[in-house]
């Protein structure tokens, strides 16, 4: 097999016209270019020679694209393709996605955004991080393996990814995974939770803003999309974006461009679109509360988090990384769980997930005296407390609220009550509570309360 002394691409297309302008463009990067017109003729040039990329044209004289791309995903799945689809034919970029293309672009070929198509797609087979610069994925379930091996392979790809699953699994946490492995990896990862965002405000806060364009806009302003150029942008609970967002958001992602409040114009932005949310976007779809077209346009790869409760074998090293993690914040002692701690861990379903066991820990971590953290520290819920936990005056917790986020306010109550009792004695108020003076003061720290006090 031919290897070339500097990056190589090969192009597919049987249009002439369309083959120089590629070749020409290519060779002004600096990259070896070779051209071929049909399906046949590119495997036998694959053949022959390894390229590092390779750019296809959806419609051949004896196929199409999509032929081409399973046929280099089964034989030389390390060399990446991109397709040229015709303008508007979003149906067949997505399909060419789902097989296996990292990108795709829509003629006529703007040469910016073919630049762009060719170092994302180059930079899938540069070197890539080791598992200790990616931040920790614990566990060692099946599940977990699995979910590593597909936030690898969703990392070649530059199609948006759908990461489904409950509040608390970790959805970021894969989401940062898959932005660190790719291309992208030296730009910016921009999170957002799209349900935090005012209503108002929107369109401002994800397209940017020009200055003057409304009261209160005192500058320019790139928005989330001008932040995440280059890079990724995560959505995290998408399902919460109203309709009419939903419709900007959809053509942004289609046109690959943003129009800022109060420009004439559309700015070009390079994003790659990852999203998350804890409900499920099919049946937001038939209840009419999330757009059809903009689910598929989202949902061209989904990834699944499991939940706590179907890995409990992962329980283990999760709580080991919690601790060491709390106890170097706190400069403490790591203690050890004792052997009912260990058995009410592992029997709790954990319906708030990862994230639930780091406040049960950091409450447990609190509450202990000695090296030990026994079962009563955990104070874990009951079985129908975890499904709706009493609260203050017999109230339950709202069905929308996560229940991690009910258990710390109702944490707080008791704490204000005991403070109140007591006159505001914060030793006295540590006695009743049956904890030390130093966690009352981190609680009140943790809650936002230690400025607090009788008026």
């Not at 031919?2 to 691409?9: G, H, I, K, R």
């Amino acid at each position: 097999m031919t290897a070339f002394n500097e990056q190589s691409v090969l192009v597919v297309d049987d249009e002439a016209d369309l083959r120089e302008l590629l070749t020409i463009t290519l060779g002004r990067m600096k990259l070896d270019a070779h051209a071929v017109a049909t399906v046949r003729e590119a495997r036998d040039e694959l053949t022959r020679a390894e390229y590092d990329l390779c750019i296809t044209d959806m419609s051949l004289p004896d196929g199409n694209g999509i032929e081409l791309v399973r046929h280099i995903n089964a034989r030389m799945p390390e060399t990446p393709v991109a397709v040229i689809t015709a303008y508007g034919s979003m149906e067949t970029a997505t399909e060419a996605l789902k097989e296996g293309a990292y990108d795709f672009i829509a003629k006529p070929v703007s040469l910016d955004r073919l630049r762009e198509l060719v170092q994302d797609g180059l930079g899938i087979r540069g070197d890539r991080p080791g598992e200790e610069e990616l931040g920790e994925l614990i566990g060692a379930s099946p599940a977990m393996d699995q979910l590593r091996e597909q936030a690898r392979k969703l990392a070649r790809s530059q199609a948006p990814v759908y990461i489904s699953g409950e509040s608390g699994t970790g959805k970021e946490l894969i989401a940062r995974r898959i932005h660190a492995l790719g291309p992208r990896r030296g730009e910016p990862f921009v999170p957002v939770n799209c349900g935090a965002i005012p209503t108002e405000l929107m369109e401002s806060e994800f397209f940017g803003h020009r200055k003057g364009s409304f009261t209160g806009a005192n500058e320019d302003r790139k928005g989330l999309f001008g932040e995440a150029d280059g890079g990724t942008l995560f959505l995290d609970e998408v399902a919460e974006l109203p309709l009419h967002m939903q419709v900007k958001l959809l053509r942004a992602i289609q046109e690959k461009s943003v129009r800022p409040v109060g420009e004439s114009r559309e700015v070009p932005v390079n994003v790659r679109i990852l999203c998350a949310t804890h409900q499920f976007l099919t049946e937001e779809v038939r209840a009419g509360r999330f757009r059809q077209d903009l689910f598929y346009r989202l949902n061209v790869i989904e990834t699944h988090v499991p939940p706590l409760r179907e890995r409990p074998d992962d329980i283990p090293p999760l709580v080991e990384s919690i601790l060491k993690r709390l106890c170097a914040e706190w400069d403490l002692e790591q203690p050890e769980l004792s052997d009912d701690a260990w058995r009410a861990l592992k029997r709790y379903p954990f319906p708030g997930n990862v994230r639930e066991l780091e406040n049960i820990l950091e409450r447990a971590l609190t509450l202990s005296e000695d090296a030990v953290i026994r079962e009563d520290n955990l104070q874990l819920p009951t079985e129908r407390e975890a499904a709706t936990p009493a609260g203050p005056g017999g109230a339950g917790r709202p069905p929308d609220q996560p229940l991690e986020e009910y258990l710390t306010e109702i944490e707080k109550d008791e704490i204000l009550k005991a403070l109140e009792e007591t006159r505001w004695n914060r030793t006295a108020a540590a006695g009743r509570l049956g904890m030390s003076f130093r966690s009352l003061r981190y609680r009140l720290k943790k809650l936002q309360l230690d400025e607090a006090g009788p008026e």
